[in-house]
């Protein structure tokens, strides 16, 4: 009697579609970056030296060993820190699934430090990279190569992702404090319009103080930041299924056409074509 056997389907819990870039880089003691904003995952690790980070809301200083992994349409910038001379490597990708995640610092294992060198080391002789950096294609010869590059790194990423390890101590000092109380403002009245006074009122600060706690931590204006904060959060109402104009109700903007505008000049596309993409 034949036997008849029922598979059991395993989902994945990273699954990378694409990748943009992968790159190492040595920058100078003085290196500051002013930061940006993308609809992609980067994984930044600090190879050797010290590294300023923003991300979102967190002020960190990463030594070597530890990672951060920056979520689409999260704010990042980047600096020297400690009068070193930071050595980092960063890929960042497209994926249409991963976990939510709360930690976005991780202190690698050193066999996990070893597997994202290994990975840098490799990435040259796979992939062709304009300028060494963005990701053009497969080297001819190179598919196989290429597909153990990425399942290594969606095992790499589920590792840190799943680890218990502790926390990672945030950068303390006054300045950095009130750049957290800010986002966080921000965060709690995003469904408002709010000029820099009202911002600046609601933080008991003054908008001078405002200005320039702002500018050192994120290196845009305040307003483009909150600005940013909302689209981030209208992808995530469409992607939730809200239609566009409840979206754009939600989030304080004036009219549809005011909201689809600045969503596109943000995102690069309108939201009913994001929205038409998320429901395939």
């Not at 003054?206 to 706690?213: E, H």
Request: net charge negative; with cysteine; proline share 2%.
């Amino acid at each position: 009697m034949k036997k008849y056997f029922q598979g059991c389907a395993v989902n994945k819990y990273v699954n990378i579609t694409s990748v943009f870039t992968i790159y190492e880089k040595i920058f100078e003691d003085t290196y500051y970056f002013d930061g940006e904003s993308h609809d992609f995952w980067e994984f930044v690790c600090v190879l050797d030296g010290s590294l300023g980070v923003t991300a979102g809301e967190d002020v960190c200083i990463l030594e070597r060993g530890q990672s951060v992994l920056h979520r689409p349409m999260e704010f990042h910038r980047l600096w020297s820190e400690k009068k070193t001379e930071p050595h980092i490597c960063v890929i960042s990708f497209a994926a249409d699934v991963m976990p939510q995640i709360k930690e976005k610092q991780f202190q690698l294992t050193e066999e996990e430090y070893n597997t994202i060198s290994g990975l840098m080391e490799r990435a040259g002789s796979i992939f062709n990279r304009d300028r060494e950096i963005l990701v053009k294609g497969v080297h001819s010869g190179k598919e196989a190569e290429s597909q153990i590059f990425f399942n290594t790194f969606e095992s790499f990423l589920l590792s840190v992702l799943t680890e218990k390890t502790p926390g990672m101590d945030a950068y303390v000092s006054v300045s950095a404090d009130n750049y957290r109380s800010i986002v966080r403002t921000l965060e709690k009245h995003i469904a408002e319009h709010l000029t820099q006074a009202d911002i600046a009122g609601l933080c008991n600060m003054s908008p001078a103080s405002l200005k320039k706690t702002f500018s050192k931590y994120a290196g845009i204006g305040i307003m483009t930041y909150f600005t940013q904060m909302k689209i981030r959060r209208a992808m995530e109402l469409l992607k939730e299924g809200c239609g566009i104009n409840e979206t754009a109700e939600v989030l304080g903007f004036c009219d549809r056409n005011y909201f689809s505008t600045v969503f596109k000049r943000t995102t690069g596309e309108s939201p009913a074509n994001y929205l038409r993409k998320q429901q395939q």
